[in-house]
Structure formats: structure tokens, C-alpha cells
């Protein structure tokens, strides 16, 4: 089963709002990683935000932390053309560097 | 520079056939993945090696069998494909096994099955 699950599936929004996608995972973890994929591309790390912080900033992305409820979010802000991706969250999973990722939320910005 | 490079990018190849991705790093690290994403882009991890040591194998098929022959390059050798096997194969490093780390992707190789 998936560790981490996004939500929503897909996102259509236009350039200049903001967008936020949440993430869900299971076990405990140690720290929780966004990336995201243009298409036909490989992933890119985003940004990553350990257990014991709440919320962490990176330019134009807000990722929050909630690990009572084993939920993450991600939120773009001013959002661009170019944020158009697919976009992961990542959680370790049991042995070394083993990552578990979701189905991801597919992100669309219209001009 | 290319930090994790794989080829070839395409590969369409008929059923029963063997096939191989190649994946090299230059980024000095010492952990190699093979991630596949299927259609619905959810990616599961394959292999991982360490050092040349495999160290993680997701119950994958014994169709598939990873070699690597230093620390920069993780290949994957297919045999008997299977239309199950269209997907798009992902070659990833990261530092020494850490799960604070960052995982490092190439552009993926996307097989087709015919």
C-alpha cells in the first residue's frame, strides 16, 4: 500500500493563485520530502521538512507538518505557468534510503 | 554536466525480448535506485544499492536484475518482457543511504512493450 497519499488527484488553477495540495502517510517518519515532475521529466527535490519542524518556507512554497495527523501540505504561492508539474511527497520507509512516494497531484496553471 | 544520466530515453521492444537501461552519477555519491512509474505515475522503488552492494529488492520479478559495477553506475537488465513492464524506469542516487537526503533522479527511460 502507498506510504504517502496526495490529495487532491489534480488541480486546475490560474497564474497568480495559490495552490495546495495535501499529503497523508501511515508510520511514523523522521522527515517528509516534496518533488515535483515536469512531464517527461525526472523528479525534482522540492523541499524537505523533518518531524519536529512545523512549517518550513523555500521562495514561493509553504510546506506544513502535522504529524499527529500524519498529514503534510504543500502550497505554491503566486502560482506561475511554469509550476504546471505533477508534485510528490515522499516519506522514508523502513530500511536504508528506501522512499515511499504517493500517486502525486497533477497541477495545472493556466496563463 | 548530466548529474544522474540514464539511457537510452526510449526504448519500444517486443514481447519476450531482453532489454537493458544504463545509469551513471557523477555526483560522488555512494546510493543508486531503480524507481518504476506505471501509467497512473506512481513510482515504486526496485533496487537499491550501496557501494556496489544491493541492498534493498522489492520483490521484483527475477526477470529484472540489477548490476552494478562501481559506485557510479547502476545498470538493469530486463529478460522475457512483458507487457506488464511498460512503464517509465527511473535511475536515482542520494548520499550514503540517509533518509534526511535528497534523492538525485535521471529523465527516466520510458520501455514500451509491444
Known amino acids: 500500500s502507498q506510504q504517502g497519499e496526495e490529495d487532491p488527484q489534480a488541480l486546475s488553477i490560474q497564474e497568480g493563485e495559490n495552490a495546495t495540495m495535501n499529503c497523508s502517510y501511515k508510520?511514523?517518519?523522521?522527515?517528509l520530502q516534496w518533488y515535483r515532475q515536469n512531464s517527461g521529466r525526472g523528479l525534482v527535490h522540492l523541499i524537505l521538512?523533518?518531524?519536529?519542524?512545523r512549517e518550513k518556507h523555500s521562495g514561493r512554497l509553504r510546506v506544513t507538518l502535522d504529524t499527529s495527523k500524519k498529514s503534510s501540505s504543500l502550497l505554491i504561492t503566486a502560482s506561475r505557468a511554469a509550476d504546471t508539474a505533477s508534485y510528490f511527497c515522499a516519506t522514508p520507509s523502513g530500511s536504508w534510503g528506501k522512499f515511499q512516494f504517493g500517486a502525486g497531484t497533477q497541477v495545472v496553471v493556466t496563463p | 554536466d548530466t548529474a544522474v544520466s540514464q539511457t537510452p530515453k526510449y526504448l519500444v521492444t517486443q514481447m519476450g525480448n531482453d532489454k537493458s537501461i544504463k545509469c551513471e552519477q557523477n555526483l560522488g555519491h555512494d546510493t543508486m535506485y531503480w524507481y518504476k512509474q506505471d501509467s497512473k505515475k506512481f513510482l515504486k522503488i526496485m533496487f537499491s544499492?550501496?557501494?556496489?552492494?544491493?541492498?534493498i529488492n522489492e520483490t521484483v520479478p527475477n526477470r529484472f536484475s540489477p548490476k552494478s559495477p562501481d559506485k557510479a553506475h547502476l545498470n538493469l537488465h530486463i529478460n522475457s518482457l512483458e507487457l506488464g513492464d511498460s512503464a517509465v524506469y527511473f535511475c536515482?542516487?542520494?548520499?550514503?543511504?540517509?533518509?534526511?537526503?535528497?534523492?538525485?533522479f535521471g529523465e527516466g527511460s520510458r520501455l514500451t512493450v509491444l
Open positions: 544499492y550501496n557501494n556496489k552492494e544491493l541492498i
Open positions: 508510520t511514523s517518519i523522521n522527515n
Open positions: 536515482a542516487s542520494s548520499r550514503q543511504g540517509e533518509l534526511t537526503g535528497e534523492l538525485f
Open positions: 521538512i523533518r518531524s519536529n519542524e
